[in-house]
Nanobody, 122 residues
Framework: QVQLVESGGGLVQPGGSLRLSCAAS????????MGWYRQAPGKERERVAR???????NYADSVKGRFTISRDNAKNAVYLDMNSLKPEDTAVYYC????????????????WGQGTQVTVSS
């Protein structure tokens, strides 16, 4: 069974930095696009950043220049380096990936992690 597990959230002061990590586990044939989303209290979930298996990236305007997404294909992992954090970045951050499992590799499935809380506050 394929799972995504995030880590790295926490409490940080405004202007600080955090690194989120997400690792896919299970019987995986291939991983296509990976990304990070976030959901603040009372708001809809929004896409933060995405990265293709070839390394092309895309960012939400609100995080451009502050956040960097990267991946390690050998580890089936994706990372989000967050700098110059602002209180408005406070949210639960979710990892997302399009994965072909080994037992059904002709089909691609979308998976979500359980989420990790990021709180930016003084």
């Amino acid at each position: 069974q394929v799972q995504l597990v995030e880590s790295g959230g926490g409490l940080v002061q405004p202007g600080g930095s955090l690194r989120l990590s997400c690792a896919a586990s299970g019987s995986i044939y291939s991983i296509n696009r990976m990304g990070w989303y976030r959901q603040a209290p009372g708001k809809e979930r929004e896409r933060v950043a995405r990265i293709t298996d070839g390394g092309s990236t895309n960012y939400a305007d609100s995080v451009k220049g502050r956040f960097t997404i990267s991946r390690d294909n050998a580890k089936n992992a994706v990372y989000l380096d967050m700098n110059s954090l602002k209180p408005e970045d406070t949210a639960v951050y979710y990892c997302n990936a399009d994965i072909r499992p080994s037992n059904d590799y002709v089909r691609m499935y979308n998976y979500w992690g359980q989420g990790t809380q990021v709180t930016v506050s003084s």
